[in-house]
């Protein structure tokens, strides 16, 4: 009889804890829950709290924000991951991970039985947050981003040059407007009066013919003169042959 009673003992205990356990297992059990909103900036979001004590430490060039589990029955948070772009690549960021550059940290509500229902995260200005996940000790099925505190992007300025020659698609080179470049003075000539030439102090060659280039062109006046004058030769020779012809005719007789 006693054998009989320890082993009922044994086997009653053994049924309680199994059910104890059986009922705790839940409690305790990490649930993955999903990020309500998804691919939106701290600056576009609607509710914008800035007095957020948690945002006092926030830079002018970093975004705040600020994630909360709606549910009451919800037990602690336990961690969040979260995915971000900066418009060329992708970030993931662990809430809390102390490896991250990003100050972030999770923090419980008041009351006498306080839980971990809140974080937030610091980024830089201009983030946008594509999705998220939360690990907690309850049951649920989203949580929230609560709030926001937009920073302003810094901005870093391109210097313009000036002087510089910009390339063209034919890889000749385009002067800016402040590079005016001296005008080149063509090599023409003027006439004067008296029909010789006088060049002008220019330096680039006029678009007259010939192989030599440099040759001054002849002027009409000059043609016209030199013309007259061998036209005048000619004649003057001419008379010449006649009257010593006739002088060569003439006989003297006595």
């Known amino acids: 009889m006693p054998q009989r009673r320890h082993l009922a003992r044994a086997v009653v205990s053994a049924v309680a804890a199994t059910t104890v356990l059986a009922l705790a297992t839940p409690a305790w059990a990490a649930t993955t829950l999903e990020l309500r909103q998804s691919n939106v900036t701290a600056g576009g979001f609607a509710n914008q709290e ?10 002018d060039d970093h975004d705040g924000w600020h994630f909360v589990l709606p549910e009451r029955a919800l037990g ?6 979260l995915t971000f772009t900066d418009g060329s690549r992708t970030v993931e960021v662990t809430i809390p991970d102390d490896s991250d550059p990003y100050p972030d940290a999770l923090y419980a509500t008041g009351g006498q ?7 937030y995260l610091f980024t830089p200005a201009g ?5 998220g996940t939360a690990s907690v000790t309850g049951e649920g099925s989203k949580f929230n981003l609560s709030h926001t505190c937009a ?3 810094s901005a870093t300025p391109t210097p313009t040059p000036t002087g510089s020659a910009s390339p063209s698609p034919d890889g000749s080179a385009t002067p800016n407007p402040g590079d005016s470049a001296s005008p080149t003075p063509d090599a023409s000539t003027t006439p004067t009066p008296d029909g010789s030439v ?4 220019s330096a680039s060659p006029s678009g007259g013919t010939g192989g030599g280039g440099g040759d001054l062109p002849l002027t009409g006046a000059a043609v016209t003169t030199m013309a007259l004058l061998g036209v005048g030769l000619v004649g003057g020779g001419a008379t010449l042959v006649l009257l ?3 002088r060569d005719d003439v006989t003297f007789t006595s």
């Open 50 to 59: 800035c007095a957020d004590p948690r945002f006092a430490d926030l830079p």
């Open 76 to 81: 602690d948070l336990l961690s969040l991951k």
């Open 113 to 119: 039985n306080p839980q971990l229902k809140h974080a």
């Open 127 to 131: 983030w946008t947050l594509v999705t």
């Open 151 to 153: 920073g302003q992007p």
């Open 198 to 201: 006088t060049p002008s102090t």
């Open 244 to 246: 010593r012809r006739r």
